[in-house]
């Protein structure tokens, strides 16, 4: 029997992001840039699984938002393990809806981002998530990306 090899995650290239809402969306993938990976967009958790399953061997890591349409970013999270278990997962939202807490807690996630976030804890734990740097909770810079609906 022939098995395919998995590509070391400190070889793979590519990050998913999947936002619906398109601000967040675009600054997300423009550090993803920056960092030197190619950045995934997408806009629902339907799409972020279809694409995920497509580029899992070049996948580093997964940001999700929680609150999208079609699937939500938890359901999706879920999806996407059960396809590749070692793609690091990342879910972000504005607030975390109290009915969701059993379901994030049988997630194996690599962090989580509360918007508003930093642009430096977004790099770190997109480094972090993609298994080649540190990540400190927490860490805030002057520097950060506002909710579009918070100003």
């Known amino acids: 029997m022939n098995v395919p090899r998995q590509t070391p995650l400190t070889a793979r290239r590519m ?42 061997a070049n996948l580093a890591c997964a940001i999700l938002d929680i609150m999208m349409p079609i ?9 996407i393990q059960q396809l590749a278990p070692d793609i690091g997962i990342v879910l972000m939202s504005g607030a975390i809806p109290r009915d969701c807490a059993d379901d994030i807690a049988h997630l194996r996630l ?4 509360n918007k508003p976030f930093s642009l430096k804890a977004l790099q770190e734990l997109i480094l972090h998530a993609a298994g080649g740097g540190t990540y400190a909770s927490g860490n805030q810079t002057p520097a950060t990306i506002t909710h579009p609906a918070t100003g």
């Open 71 to 79: 699937v939500n970013g938890i359901d999706a999270a879920h999806a």
């Open 110 to 113: 690599v962090g989580m981002l």
């Open 15 to 56: 990050v998913l992001v999947a936002d619906d809402e398109k601000a967040i969306q675009s600054i997300v993938t423009r550090v993803i840039t920056q960092l030197g990976f190619v950045a995934l967009p997408v806009s629902d958790g339907a799409t972020a699984i279809i694409t995920a399953a497509a580029h899992r």
